[in-house]
């Protein structure tokens, strides 16, 4: 694994979460040192798809790293961009054990949320065309079994 040290997560209550001790991932070209007591949501999914991808999960890692990448970001002195800080969570969650179809929806989310924040929305049309097929596909999949579920439920009863 490439990390060296943590992250150890404590919950402080209402969906967030402090490191403890430090985290240091350390990548192929990358060294992310982050700072004891870094405040995180993890994944920061709405509500409404946590039964899909929940914010915690074998990503969460990959969460620490990217909220860390953001919050630098929004001061104006992050190492990455926002598309790479994006990139760098996909990838941080595939190192991490997370399958193909999730990290990849988790990665349309990030995409969308840059859309919506003025520091991390540079770049954002590079990746649209990506964006928009991933969440077609995925709202097409959605449909598709909701369907499913409700013609099985009127089959048995």
């Known amino acids: 694994m490439p990390f060296a040290t943590g992250p150890v997560l404590m919950y402080v ?3 967030q979460y402090r490191t403890v001790g430090p985290t240091v991932y350390v990548g192929k070209d990358d060294l992310f040192q982050i700072e004891a007591d870094f405040p995180t949501d993890l994944a920061s999914v709405p509500r409404l798809f946590w039964a899909l991808l929940p914010p915690s999960g ?3 890692r990959a969460a620490v790293v990217h909220d860390w990448l953001c919050v630098h970001l929004a001061k104006g002195d992050c190492v990455a961009s926002a598309r790479d800080a994006d990139g760098i969570f996909r990838r941080i969650a595939k190192e991490g054990g997370t399958g193909l179809l ?3 929806a988790l990665w349309a ?3 969308w949320g840059a859309l919506f924040n003025p520091a991390r929305r540079a770049g954002w049309w590079k990746d649209a065309p990506a964006v928009l097929a991933l969440t077609l596909l995925g709202l097409a999949v959605l449909v598709g079994v909701v369907y499913g579920l409700h013609e099985l439920i009127n089959w048995i009863f």
Do not use: A
Request: charged letters at 25%.
């Open 109 to 111: 989310g990030v995409r």
């Open 13 to 15: 209550g209402g969906g």
């Open 58 to 60: 074998v990503y969460e």
């Open 102 to 104: 999730t990290r990849w």
